[in-house]
């Protein structure tokens, strides 16, 4: 692709356009210069690229994992709104488990080893990954409607698009991990970044909610323990009606 640069010469090599000047014309001249014409050869801000948001996401990752306690205080700062996490957090690295699942039910099966492949029928591995994909899709959205009702009672005060900066951004690192689960025993890799994503609430907590130092493992652990029941109810009551 060219850049930018490209097209502002071969457009001032042209006869006639030597007075047009691209960014900010001088005064003289600003007037007489068509509005298309400057919007038409305007370079994108980094911004407005679609790579600047990739990278943008991939370097609060790295963040989180190498630096979480700066990373929280970036997004308490400036925490990203509910569609923007949606659509460039919660929405593709949830895909990574379920595609990850649905490879290995497929090719590492019973057949493959009877011990430590899948052991899924076939005509039931779509459901099963998309099962998965909604349920981790769930559980972050509920997470954050948790966070919102429990924080008051430890003193705090919490917007959703907090709650969900901090539901979201620390479930990363058991998002990323369910890239490997290509094998059932690489549920050992995501067990290690749960880890990591507790830690992340705990200090996520402290930094985007507001709750108090004394109260961060109490809050954490009381906000997991309703995700749990509400996981096991609403389980149970899509398998009665045959969803499950």
Known sequence: MARCADFRGA??????????????????????????VRTAFACPRPA??????????????LELLLRPAAAWERIAAAPEGVDALLRRVILPYALLAPIATGIGMSVFDARWDPLHGYLVAPDRIFATAATTYFTIVASILVLAAIFVRVAPAFGASASYRAALNVAAFGALPVL???????????????????CHTLFLYWLGARHVLGVAAGDLSEFVGISLLLLSAISVIAGAAASSIGLL
């Open 11 to 36: 457009f001032a090599a042209w006869p006639g356009t030597h007075a047009l000047h691209f960014g900010r014309p001088p005064a003289h001249n600003r007037a007489d210069v068509p509005g298309r």
């Open 48 to 61: 407005e690229r679609s790579g600047g948001v990739l990278l943008s996401t991939l370097q609060r990752l």
């Open 176 to 194: 990323v991990a369910g890239a490997t689960m290509l094998l059932p025993v690489m549920a050992i890799v995501g067990l290690l970044a749960l």
